[in-house]
């Protein structure tokens, strides 16, 4: 279950690091990468599931890359791109960026 976040704090969110929560009932996340915080909802465009199984466990062991654990697909921070897996070609859904 997602935890209910201010969204005010996202900016104390440390680099390479994620941080799921409830926006508008929608799950979501947000993950800071060279200063940046993008916002994305926590579905894979690939099954319609949920991104994570480990609270705010969104990216691959470098963390360069936000994952689904469900199927090892990989997806570009700063875009939301699948660049590898079964929706490859495919985009996450961006809520925003700060």
Do not use: W
């Amino acid at each position: 279950m997602t935890q209910p976040i201010d969204l005010l704090n996202l900016h104390e969110l440390e680099e390479d690091q994620t941080q799921e929560f409830q926006l508008n009932h929608q799950a979501v996340f947000a993950v800071k990468k060279d200063g940046q915080v993008y916002v994305y909802e926590n579905v894979c465009p690939h099954l319609q599931i949920s991104l994570n199984f480990m609270p705010n466990d969104f990216l691959d062991s470098e963390k360069r890359f936000i994952t689904c654990t469900n199927h090892g697909a990989l997806f570009e921070i700063e875009t939301g791109l699948c660049v590898a897996g079964p929706c490859t070609g495919e985009y996450l859904t961006k809520v925003g960026s700060k």
